[in-house]
């Protein structure tokens, strides 16, 4: 909630996070000056109106208002003017100045505007020495009356407290001014003059009476303001009666305070205060009870976190306990071990994908081949034919010839040893099995050598068409 302080002013300036509505309004009157002169009364104090409209009163940027001087109203309205109901707006009626020897009436709450009303208390009569003025009234109650000064001689009376104080002190001895009314909390009204002296000021932000003047040439005591809304805003008391001529002194507290008799006392300003809940609500960022004016949420209001590791996840009002799994997909593992990620674990061996093309055992992590790997052409099979007859199938294997590795056909092998017959022996040919190099046997040396098997496997390359598949030599 937000309270606004309006003391100056004809139109309502809305604040950027104002909502439409108030959700209170409260107004004091004006209070009334005393008199000048030497039968004077006080003046009154400025009535208390309180409107509390649950936030269905609305004010526009520019709405009319009046801050009431001494001895006018205050008010604030969405009609440009003067509200006369509560549908329109708050309405205080200001305290009366006096202007004979009868003190000023306080503001009454009967005539203002506002679902709660109190009036202003009246100013004291002179009774040869002058009174005090009456206090204002405010949220705590009515405002109280000033004190009466002596019947004999110029002695003051006391100002009367706000808001639900004290009456001002009558006079009481033969020459010394009467006490000022203490505040709604029991103390700070001034203490009035001894015989040409002085009275008092209430004590500041008790909104209690000025002490009155005592008897001779003497100024009354100020009446102190109000703290009902903060130390500086208030309900204020009436100021003391004065003796004598002189400069006046004996002021009205603020707010709407009246002042004291004799001197011509100014009465206090009004005030008007406005409470809203701003546009957008409130934001709660912690645990605890949200409290606010009309409501109160209780518990835990939590927090959105992201948890980005493994372990508890703890916040006001939540938790969460355990992992908590990184967002982002899947992680790429590609060694051996235990695979872990955060809120998962993978145990065991991640093996690698390998192309191995060559001869030996085949080893990677997770997994192992044990014997010969074969080349990318090893299982080719090559489909052959002499004189007509269908072909034949052979399968390439590895040899070793010369210190050369090759996959090769038996006619292959032939074709190879005839281009190198001169200088190819048995012992320079070795066939590979199971990785390991070994010297072709006998039989075999014996069935590549003959000129017919040579001749036989040219005429196969001969007649082979453009369409089929010629035997390819390869080279690793």
């Not at 439409?20 to 006080?42: H, K, L, M, W, Y």
């Amino acid at each position: 909630m937000t309270t606004i302080f309006i003391t100056s002013g004809t139109t309502f300036t809305a604040p950027g996070d104002w909502p439409g509505a108030a959700d209170t309004v409260e107004c004091i009157g004006g209070g009334g000056s005393g008199r000048n002169n030497a039968t004077a009364g006080g003046g009154g104090g400025g009535a208390y109106s309180l409107l509390n409209s649950g936030g269905g009163l609305t004010f526009a940027n520019g709405a009319a208002l009046q801050v009431g001087g001494i001895a006018q109203d205050t008010w604030i309205s969405n009609t440009g003017s003067a509200p006369t109901s509560t549908s329109e707006g708050c309405l205080a009626k200001g305290g009366t100045t006096s202007t004979t020897g009868t003190g000023g009436a306080g503001g009454d709450a009967a005539s203002g505007i506002g679902n709660t009303k109190y009036s202003g208390g009246t100013g004291a009569n002179n009774n040869t020495g002058d009174g005090g003025g009456g206090g204002a009234g405010g949220p705590n109650g009515n405002g109280a009356n000033g004190g009466s000064g002596s019947g004999s001689n110029s002695a003051a009376g006391g100002g009367g407290a706000a808001s639900g104080g004290s009456v001002g002190g009558n006079y009481v001895a033969a020459s010394a001014g009467a006490d000022g009314g203490n505040g709604f909390g029991g103390t700070g009204g001034g203490a009035g003059g001894a015989s040409g002296a002085a009275g008092t000021a209430g004590t500041a932000g008790t909104g209690a009476g000025g002490g009155g003047a005592g008897a001779g040439t003497a100024a009354g005591g100020a009446g102190a303001s109000g703290s009902e809304w903060d130390s500086s805003h208030g309900a204020g008391g009436g100021g003391g009666g004065e003796a004598g001529t002189g400069t006046a002194a004996a002021t009205g507290g603020l707010y709407g305070g009246g002042g004291g008799a004799r001197r011509g006392a100014a009465g206090a300003q009004g005030i008007i205060v406005i409470t809203y809940t701003p546009a957008g609500g409130a934001t709660h960022a912690t645990t605890g009870a949200l409290t606010g004016q009309g409501s109160t949420v209780a518990g835990s209001a939590a927090h959105i976190a992201v948890h980005g590791t493994s372990g508890a996840l703890s916040g006001p009002g939540a938790s969460v306990v355990g992992s908590a799994a990184r967002a982002g997909g899947a992680t790429t593992h590609d060694t051996t071990g235990t695979l872990a990620g955060q809120g998962a674990v993978i145990d065991g061996t991640a093996a690698h994908v390998a192309v191995h093309g060559t001869s030996g055992d085949l080893v990677g992590p997770g997994s192992l081949i044990s014997g010969a790997a074969r080349g990318p052409n090893s299982d080719a099979v090559v489909r052959t034919s002499v004189g007509g007859f269908p072909r034949r199938e052979q399968f390439r294997k590895g040899y070793i010839i010369k210190g050369k590795r090759y996959w090769l056909t038996e006619d292959e092998l032939s074709v190879m040893v005839a281009q190198m017959l001169a200088e190819v022996s048995r012992g320079d040919i070795k066939q590979v099995t199971a990785g390991k190099p070994k010297t072709i046997s006998k039989r075999t040396w014996d069935a590549i050598r003959p000129l017919e098997r040579l001749e036989a496997v040219a005429k196969q390359f001969d007649d082979t068409d453009e369409d089929e598949d010629e035997s390819i030599l390869m080279m690793l």
